[in-house]
C-alpha cells in the first residue's frame, strides 16, 4: 500500500513558476514508476509527466515538453515537478499517481495508487 500526498500548488501569474512535490509512504517507493496527471474543469485527466523507478527515463507531454520537468528523490520517498513559464492551459488539478510496472507507462489504468491532487490556477 502506497499513499501519495501532492503539495505545492497555487495560484501564479502567465510566465510564472512552481514546484509540486508528492510525497510517498511506504519503503518500498523505488519500486514504483511515477506520473503526474492533470485535469482541468469539464476535461479529462491526461498524462503530463512521468518518471521510471530509477529516475533514469521520462515522459512527458508535448504540451509541456521543455516547460516542465518531473524528478524523484527515492531516498526522500518525493517525486517533483517543476512547471516553468506557466500558461493559462495549465490550469488544472494536478495528481500524483504510482504504479507497479516495470515499464515506463502513461495509461492511466496502470497506476496502482493515486493522490488527492493539488490545484494549480495559472492567470492570463
Known amino acids: 500500500q502506497v499513499q501519495l500526498v501532492e503539495s505545492g500548488g497555487g495560484l501564479v501569474q502567465t510566465g510564472g513558476s512552481l514546484r509540486l512535490s508528492c510525497a510517498a509512504s511506504?519503503?518500498?517507493?523505488?519500486?514504483?514508476?511515477t506520473g503526474w496527471f492533470r485535469q482541468g474543469v469539464g476535461k479529462e485527466r491526461e498524462v503530463v509527466a512521468a518518471i521510471s523507478r530509477s529516475g533514469g527515463s521520462t515522459y512527458y507531454a508535448d504540451s509541456v515538453k521543455g516547460r516542465f520537468a518531473i524528478s524523484r528523490d527515492n531516498a526522500k520517498n518525493t517525486v517533483y515537478l517543476q512547471m516553468n513559464n506557466l500558461k493559462p492551459e495549465d490550469t488544472a488539478v494536478y495528481y500524483c499517481?504510482?504504479?507497479?510496472?516495470?515499464?515506463?507507462?502513461?495509461?492511466?489504468?496502470?497506476?496502482?495508487?493515486w493522490g488527492q491532487g493539488t490545484q494549480v490556477t495559472v492567470s492570463s
Open positions: 511506504g519503503r518500498t517507493f523505488s519500486s514504483y514508476v
Open positions: 499517481a504510482a504504479g507497479r510496472t516495470i515499464a515506463l507507462v502513461t495509461q492511466q489504468m496502470a497506476y496502482d495508487y
